[in-house]
């Protein structure tokens, strides 16, 4: 049985569909890259199974919330009401759970809290168009 407790990781953000859920997952969720290695140990030894097969990201967990958005703060308290950009820094606590469905079972990893403690906010339509370099 996974010790179930919560982890409380320093990550880069990647991916944060906080406030939207992805169009992909219909998921609130954020990617926790270049965990350190006592993060990517907790969170084996709870466990959360921690990837690391995209060199951009090091070993990474996409946490995830079906029904709620993803509440970020500041280190201040101040709500996150922005987007953010990949590449942002915070302090996660992920909160593992099991579960079952269809035969299957597993742990995932849900979210108590995140404070973001290097925003940089996503403007839409400031990236570079790399399809239309010449």
Request: aromatic content about 6%; some cysteine.
């Amino acid at each position: 049985m996974a010790n179930l407790k919560p982890v409380v990781v320093k990550a880069d953000l990647m991916w944060a569909y906080l406030d939207t859920p992805s169009k992909k997952s219909k998921k609130y969720q954020v990617d926790l890259c270049n965990l350190s290695d006592q993060a990517v140990t907790a969170l084996k030894n709870s466990g959360v199974k921690v990837r690391n097969d995209k060199p951009e990201k090091g070993a990474f967990i996409t946490v995830k919330s079906t029904k709620y958005p993803i509440k970020a703060e500041l280190e201040d308290g101040t709500p996150v009401e922005c987007k953010v950009k990949n590449g942002s820094k915070g302090i996660a606590t992920v909160k593992p759970y099991e579960w079952k469905w269809d035969g299957d079972s597993g742990v995932s990893a849900g979210i108590n809290k995140l404070v973001i403690t290097d925003l940089i906010e996503y403007v839409e339509g400031s990236e570079v168009a790399v399809d239309n370099a010449l």
